[in-house]
């Protein structure tokens, strides 16, 4: 009798996790700004999860939750299964080895004193002892990424923008991590040198197995290399789900706005596409709209919407949305929020 089959444990979670601050105002006033509010998250094993929003809506936060870089004020995060925000000291560093960060600025997450060979060597203390082996793995990391090892003598400085951050993927894979998050990694690129790392992302996630977190602002992009995306919106998940399915049916009227941003390599379509617009600012973490956050810019808000948090309509394509445009109202129930046709708020 064949044992049975179990699926792996996501590579990592986040389980409703919130983390709030105290901001002190004058005189001797306070307000807690919620930065992630409720956000949760799962990416398996050799899958990306692309995360979209607007600057101030928390994803970078998210991402730092998930790293364990910043302690959610409640909720949990899993790595490979386990309760990482459970544990500390020595277990917490073993299982900090399980994650690495990609920056957005390469050369600001470099020591502009060490060379490349010593910064990927101090990243491979927990798998080289001797200098000549971390150089030599060093080296080999250097391929992987299609670095030159000669460049290994040289400092940051000396290196264009992709190359740096082909060596700052390279870093990031030396604790041989199950998890990588990638925080804007090609936008201070040319457009050429994004397509490069792409493809290269890819191909690393394809020979290890790899998950990455990949924050973005551009959805073209995001589009490219994830499996999945979950869009943010002052602090809490408003659409989530596989990728062409959020992209070619979006249920959330924020998601329909940001998509119908994205330039379309086709003039005689970009001219004819409806356009939403939005109108006003993110608002203040520190003081959210009632209800529904978004309802305060979304140019399809009932009064429902400031009553009650939306609650979440799931579709068979595996797209969970949180909007009352589901549940009450034209009650779309998961068809996508671009059936309403034009609007006061959509302009051609």
């Known amino acids: 009798m064949n044992a049975p089959a179990y699926a792996a444990p996501p590579a990592a979670e986040i389980i409703d996790a919130q983390v ?3 901001r002190r105002g004058w005189p001797g006033r306070t307000a807690t700004v919620r930065a992630v509010d409720g956000v949760s998250l799962s990416i398996m094993p050799a899958r990306t999860l692309g995360l979209v929003g607007e600057s101030g809506s928390g994803k970078s936060t998210a991402a730092r939750v998930l790293l364990r870089l910043l302690e959610p004020t409640s909720g949990r995060v899993l790595l490979n299964g386990h309760d990482v925000t459970a544990v500390h000291g020595r277990e917490l560093r073993a299982l900090r080895r399980q994650t690495q960060m990609v920056f957005q600025d390469p050369y600001s997450s470099f020591d502009p004193l060490a060379s490349l060979a ?7 203390r927990g798998r ?3 200098g000549a082996e971390r150089l030599a793995a060093a080296a080999e990391l250097m391929a992987q990424v299609g670095l030159s090892p000669s460049l290994l003598s040289r400092h940051p400085r000396e290196l264009s923008g992709g190359q740096l951050q082909r060596a700052a993927i390279a870093r990031a894979l030396a604790a041989a991590p199950s998890l990588v998050a990638l925080d804007e990694p090609v936008s201070s690129l040319d457009v ?3 397509a490069q790392i792409v493809s290269l992302l890819h191909s690393l996630q394809a020979q290890t197995g790899l ?3 990949f924050i973005s602002h551009d959805l073209s992009v995001v589009r490219r290399l994830s499996h999945d995306v979950a869009v943010l919106y002052l602090g809490r998940v408003v659409e989530s789900g596989p990728v062409s399915a959020v992209y070619e049916r979006p249920r959330h009227p924020y998601t329909a706005a940001l998509l119908s941003a994205v330039p379309i390599p086709d003039p005689a379509r970009q001219r004819s596409r409806p356009r939403i617009v939005l109108q006003g600012d993110i608002p203040s973490p520190s003081n959210p709209p009632s209800g529904c956050r978004f309802r305060t810019r979304c140019p399809w808000a009932m009064p429902v919407c400031a009553q009650t948090d939306p609650p979440a309509t799931t579709t068979e394509d595996g797209v969970t949305t949180y909007c009352h445009l589901h549940s009450d109202g ?3 129930a998961g068809e996508s929020v671009l059936t309403l046709g034009d609007r006061p708020d959509t302009t051609a």
């Open 20 to 22: 709030h601050y105290t």
């Open 118 to 124: 010593d910064s990927l060597s101090e990243a491979l």
């Open 128 to 130: 080289a002892e001797r």
């Open 192 to 194: 050429s040198t994004q």
């Open 211 to 213: 998950a990455y977190l």
């Open 330 to 332: 034209p009650r779309l």
